[in-house]
């Protein structure tokens, strides 16, 4: 357990949460961006934290590549259809040498305040950008397999069998790619 730990801190009676997610720098939860803007102001060099938070995920991520490699294999998967999120913990030095404190597997995405609501939505619109997920339009699905059952109508009275494959190699995006805002 670690002193940064929401869950036990807001239990303090001395807790102030922040309850305006455009003030993300008010209270004892702060964005990512807030706190960068105040180390920033201080005069902490933004390039070198940053550089150095990176080497050590990375390091940490590749340490279990093997892993996954394996549990992938084992059960088929490919790279391209899974993914995890994972929550790091990282304490920062005097020095800005980032110490990992625990890395969490699947995080809490629940909110208990505006600013969480914000912080977490966002997180999830960029994990479904990163793995291609768009947007469903019905309205453009309802007209596609419309279309696809009109030209498997009349290939379907025709007989032809490769006519069936056309139509449905020319209908093949029924989700459409409309991108998440």
Partial sequence: MHLTNYSINKKNEKFVQ????????VGFKWSLTAFCNHLEQ????MDLMWSRIYDVILKTI????NYVIQAMKKNWMYRQNCFEI???????????KPWIIEVNLSPSLSADSPL?????QNLLVDTWNMCGVRKF???????????????NTSFQQTGTATGKAKAYMTNHSFAGSIPIP
Avoid: H, P
């Fill in 42 to 45: 201080v005069g902490i060099d």
């Fill in 137 to 151: 339009d019905r309205r453009k699905e309802s007209l596609n397999k419309l279309k696809y059952r009109n030209k």
């Fill in 86 to 96: 994972f929550g790091f913990d990282i304490l920062l030095d005097s020095d800005l």
């Fill in 62 to 65: 590749a340490c279990g590549d």
């Fill in 116 to 120: 969480d609501m914000t912080i977490k």
């Fill in 18 to 25: 922040n309850e305006d997610a455009e003030q993300d720098d």
